[in-house]
């Protein structure tokens, strides 16, 4: 089995690639234009990896977005293969990932709850003399 260690790499990894293929538009689809790779876990096992993906536009375009990738797997599949060297390739699973839209919305919440700290200058250190 691989250490963590290991594991992390592999993971850092497989989002690097599908990023780059996604936005070097090595998958053709327009679906999957303005997603980002959130994150990537592999199980220890090396199995299964799953892939995290978000969108500017929120979770509307959950279902599009995941189908497309999902339509694209097997290529996306062979291509990591051929970039990152492990004697099996993980399954890649994809899932959407609402930490984007919820740390927005925690955002807007603190804003409607504290208005006036959003607006003030940050303070100035006083200067020896």
Known sequence: MPTETRIKRIQDRIQQEISEMIV???????????ISITDVTVDRELAYADVYVSAVEGQDRAPEVLEALTHASGFLRSTLAQRVELRVFPRLRFHWDITPERGDRIE????????????????KRPTKK
């Open 24 to 34: 070097m538009g090595e998958v053709h689809d327009p679906r999957l234009l303005g």
């Open 108 to 123: 807007k919440l603190l804003q409607e709850i504290h208005p006036d700290e959003t607006k003030t200058p940050a303070r």
